[in-house]
């Protein structure tokens, strides 16, 4: 006889299964104060995610992976993330914080100086030190999907972070905050109102990270 057993689950969107927690009793451990946590330099979060949007085209979705290359291996993707902001074009940024205990996070946002030698063009204003952008936090907590993201289906905006003046040839780093481990942070880049000419277009990769990232 054949018995047939139909197993179904209580989860109809994968979207909506929990984030475990890869540290498994840590946060008792630590909790018992007799433990003392290890105090560690602070490192560069480079972006999971970096897609273009166009509020004068809502629905188009950019291209991604441009920098793709065939190798004898087959194809490969290099860890590059576009910052490409001007009047119509705004960047949304995602990260992953992973690291438990380090979770205190700044955004920075670095820019190459006029002139310096870069593995890929890129573009800065053509006059002034620096470059005013509004940054806005948005409301997705999980990965988003690059391949259908554009401004009609990009996240709300819960948070406005004041005005940044990013430093052409140099760093800013913003005021730091709490971030959760396993949490995901994700932004939305754009010109300042006061500055809507502001047109950036730089790569960023793990040799030089120009553009955004975290601390």
Known sequence: MLLNVWITSTFQNKNEMEFRNPYFGLDELYAQHRFQSSVYPKIVNEPKLAAQISSAEP???????????LSDFGRLSPPDRRLQVSKDIHTIIQHNVLDYGMEKCAIAIRLPARGDSLPHPYTLPPAGDTVRLSICELDAKRPLKERTLSWSQRPPCV?????????????????????????????????????????????MNHNQTWGTHTF
Do not use: M
């Open 59 to 69: 629905d188009k979705v950019f291209p991604v992976d441009l920098h793709q290359w």
């Open 159 to 203: 948070r406005q972070l004041a005005p940044v003046d990013a430093k052409i040839g140099g760093e800013i780093e913003l005021e730091p905050f709490a971030c959760k481990s396993g949490s995901y942070l994700t932004y939305q880049i754009s010109c300042a109102e006061d500055s809507p000419g502001c047109n950036v277009d730089v790569w």
